[in-house]
């Protein structure tokens, strides 16, 4: 089985500061892994994800995650944060082989102070 | 054009009650699945459906029943509404196999059961 837990339920960060976002992760078996954004009242939207190869990942509105297979974890950074990135954030896990299901970890609430 | 949709984005009900969420996805993706999240925002897999065969079943009640028409729908229906049902509903899809199969995700249904 696997399971996904981030470090942080809340993190508030000025406006123009850099955020880390944790996350941490658990299986006995190969997983991609993903970061999602879930704007008010939205679904979710991917922000990024790692499948294989360079463990530093880019995605959209510039945020980046690094993974971390000694430490079994997948942190998401972004260097200069805007008040629109204010959302809740997950990470997931999915196996490569076998049922296709994300594994969620218990989300992060990112706020913005001006 | 929207990739994946639910209706209805906010449903009310009284317990006892039956109701259905509708999803469809134009994408061409093959599988389908329902996601809920509770109100802590705990992000956990209901049902998934490939070519309209369930294959996965998440110790859900038997008062839900997914069903799949075709591979472009799933809904899910709900018998006798309990309090604790209460929640937001997502309906993803994504295509099968290893790789770069994305789960792109609806708006979400809200349901209140009263």
């Known amino acids: 089985a696997q399971s996904v837990t981030q470090l942080d339920s809340q993190v508030p960060v000025f406006e123009e500061a850099p955020v880390e976002l944790r996350c941490n992760y658990s299986?006995?078996?190969?997983?991609?892994l993903f970061w999602y954004v879930q704007y008010p009242n939205q679904g979710l939207q991917l922000l990024l994800k790692?499948?294989?190869?360079?463990?530093l990942v880019k995605g959209i509105n510039g945020f980046e995650a690094e993974f971390n297979k000694s430490q079994t974890s997948f942190h998401l950074r972004k260097p200069s944060v805007h008040i629109s990135d204010t959302a809740e954030y997950f990470c997931?896990?999915?196996?490569?082989?076998?049922?296709?299901?994300?594994?969620f970890g218990q989300g992060t609430r990112l706020t913005i102070n001006p | 054009d929207t990739a994946v949709s639910q209706t209805p984005k906010y449903l009310v009900t009284q317990m006892g009650n039956d109701k259905s969420i509708k999803c469809e996805q134009n994408?061409?993706?093959?599988?389908m699945y329902w996601y809920k999240q509770d109100s802590k925002k705990f992000l956990k897999i209901m049902f998934s459906?490939?070519?309209?065969?369930?294959?996965i079943n998440e110790t859900v009640p038997n008062r839900f029943s997914p069903k799949s028409p075709d591979k472009a729908h799933l809904n899910l229906h709900i018998n006798s509404l309990e309090l604790g049902d209460s929640a937001v509903y997502f309906c993803?899809?994504?295509?099968?196999?290893?790789?770069?199969?994305?789960?792109?995700f609806g708006q979400g249904t809200r349901l209140t059961v009263v």
């Open positions: 993803a899809s994504s295509h099968t196999g290893q790789g770069d199969t994305e789960a792109f």
């Open positions: 299986s006995s078996v190969s997983v991609y």
């Open positions: 790692y499948l294989s190869g360079s463990t």
């Open positions: 997931a896990v999915r196996m490569i082989q076998g049922a296709q299901k994300l594994v």
């Open positions: 994408l061409g993706h093959d599988t």
């Open positions: 459906y490939n070519n309209k065969e369930l294959i």
